[in-house]
């Protein structure tokens, strides 16, 4: 896709972003379109911290996409820093005209720049078809994620 900007969220993109995450069949159940005093306190926690970026993927002027990318240090792969991806988004009407594929590879640039031994991240084992756009981008399904919800 061309025309993409990449930029760090502001608190004026939140009810953009969060429109982003409740847009999906998973989200809808987990997030509201909303913004509330608890998306607020997550925005300024996030905003905050200088190892997690929220970023938006604007196309003509508009939020279009959405991820989270958090560095992570530690002791492993000889103290090296990883990076880990969240809350991947595209806008519905956008999906499947390669805007993922540029945010993603942007998202690793940016891994890259910075020194990280790799990049990480977590995908529901219902979405078959990120399945197949993550490891059309290199991603390994090396390791068994678990979860458990507080």
């Known amino acids: 896709m061309t025309d993409v900007i990449f930029r760090e969220a502001t608190r004026a993109d939140l009810p ?3 429109a982003l995450l409740a847009d999906d069949v998973l989200g809808r159940d987990r ?3 909303e913004v509330d005093a608890a998306y607020e306190r997550a925005f300024a926690d996030l905003d905050a911290d200088p190892r997690n970026h929220l970023v938006v993927a604007e196309v003509d002027g508009e939020p279009a996409g959405c991820f989270q990318l958090t560095y992570i240090p530690g002791l492993g792969r000889h103290g090296a820093e990883r990076c880990l991806i969240e809350s991947v988004r595209v806008r519905s009407d956008l999906r499947g005209r390669g805007l993922g594929r540029d945010m993603m590879r942007w998202a690793i640039d940016q891994a890259r720049a910075r020194g990280c031994a ?3 991240l977590t ?5 078959a078809d990120a399945h197949r756009f993550y490891r059309g981008l290199g991603f390994v399904a090396s390791h068994e994620g678990m979860k458990l919800a507080l």
């Open 118 to 120: 790799l990049v990480q």
């Open 123 to 127: 995908t529901d084992k219902q979405r």
């Open 31 to 33: 997030d509201l379109p």
């Open 16 to 18: 953009a972003v969060l």
